[in-house]
């Protein structure tokens, strides 16, 4: 027992894992953890979930069932894999996550059935907030300035100058040739504004390649873009021609129904 609880405190110690809903109920601990929260459309997360059962018992099965449910409370059908089965008490299952097709805020929701010493089940139930994104895609063109092929060369994004966690690519491009790279980025929480990227060499690629792959920089816009004054300037312009049109079209005639002769 003293085994188990050990491996229950390391779930605890891990700084980079994110938690949402742990709790301890009469000797009984869940838990959902994973490593992020928030996923591209169609994309995939994983989690792991845990039942530990710290008080001493004869006989004890843990089951769950899972389920991905949406803003409505609708249930997500196929998003949870495995969506049900056992559990092993104090120890760790996958659980994979596929994301809607549809972006927002979606909640899993796992609940766990305890029945320890055969007194009839306890169920507990935990959740865990899943935002689902439209990712931003980030594309920047890189020229190879130099006269060596290079394959699978190392390169990542950062944006606004901080590097974008898990944006590494591996690009193959001819000595003095050109080659587009592109990126999903999921942004959380991010400004509204004009937010700038570029594409460095990774540290790992062997020598000295500051001057090698050249280009890369570019910039997006959340919440509005810098044609938004011209685009406003459009549509006054567009209104004015409408009213134009509209008064030359309804204008009468001044010499209507006056005799030739007198016209």
Same mark, same amino acid.
């Given at each position: 027992?003293?085994?188990?609880?050990?491996?229950?405190?390391?779930?605890?110690?891990?700084?980079?894992?994110?938690?949402?809903?742990?709790?301890?109920?009469?000797?009984?601990?869940?838990?959902?953890?994973?490593?992020?929260?928030?996923?591209?459309?169609?994309?995939?997360?994983?989690?792991?979930?845990?039942?530990?059962?710290?008080?001493e018992f004869d006989t004890l099965d843990i089951t769950y069932s899972a389920v991905l449910k949406n803003s409505s409370?609708?249930?997500?059908?196929?998003?949870?894999?495995?969506?049900?089965?056992?559990?092993?008490?104090?120890?760790?299952?996958?659980? %994979?996550?596929?994301?809607?097709?549809? =972006? @927002? +805020?979606?909640?899993? &929701?796992?609940?766990?059935?305890?029945?320890? !010493?055969?007194?009839?089940?306890?169920?507990?139930?935990?959740?865990?907030?899943?935002?689902?994104?439209?990712?931003?895609?980030?594309?920047?063109?890189?020229?190879?300035?130099?006269?060596?092929?290079?394959?699978?060369?190392?390169?990542?994004?950062?944006?606004?100058?901080?590097?974008?966690?898990?944006? %590494?690519?591996?690009?193959?491009?001819? =000595? @003095? +040739?050109?080659?587009? &790279?592109?990126?999903?980025?999921?942004?959380? !929480?991010?400004s509204n504004g004009e937010h700038t990227f570029k594409v460095v060499a990774g540290d790992e690629n062997i020598g000295d390649y500051k001057d090698v792959i050249l280009g890369g920089d570019g910039k997006f816009y959340v919440g509005?873009?810098?044609?938004?004054?011209?685009?406003?300037?459009?549509?006054?312009?567009?209104?004015?021609?409408?009213?134009?049109?509209?008064?030359?079209?309804?204008?009468? &005639?001044?010499?209507?129904?006056?005799?030739?002769?007198?016209?």
């Amino acid at each position: 027992m003293i085994a188990a609880i050990a491996v229950f405190a390391m779930v605890f110690a891990a700084g980079a894992i994110l938690l949402e809903d742990a709790s301890s109920v009469d000797g009984a601990s869940s838990v959902i953890k994973g490593e992020k929260n928030a996923v591209k459309v169609k994309g995939e997360l994983t989690y792991q979930i845990m039942f530990f059962e710290s008080e001493e018992f004869d006989t004890l099965d843990i089951t769950y069932s899972a389920v991905l449910k949406n803003s409505s409370g609708t249930n997500q059908s196929g998003a949870v894999s495995p969506s049900s089965g056992t559990l092993a008490n104090g120890v760790e299952t996958d659980l %994979k996550v596929t994301a809607p097709a549809t =972006a @927002g +805020k979606y909640t899993l &929701v796992v609940t766990f059935t305890e029945n320890k !010493n055969k007194e009839g089940p306890v169920v507990t139930e935990r959740t865990q907030t899943v935002s689902v994104l439209e990712p931003i895609v980030l594309t920047a063109v890189l020229k190879n300035n130099s006269k060596v092929d290079f394959i699978d060369f190392a390169v990542y994004f950062h944006v606004d100058g901080e590097l974008v966690d898990g944006s %590494k690519t591996l690009i193959s491009v001819a =000595a @003095g +040739k050109t080659e587009t &790279v592109t990126y999903d980025w999921v942004a959380e !929480n991010l400004s509204n504004g004009e937010h700038t990227f570029k594409v460095v060499a990774g540290d790992e690629n062997i020598g000295d390649y500051k001057d090698v792959i050249l280009g890369g920089d570019g910039k997006f816009y959340v919440g509005h873009s810098d044609f938004g004054l011209t685009n406003i300037l459009l549509v006054i312009l567009l209104i004015v021609l409408v009213i134009m049109i509209v008064y030359l079209y309804r204008k009468p &005639v001044k010499n209507y129904g006056k005799p030739k002769s007198r016209r």
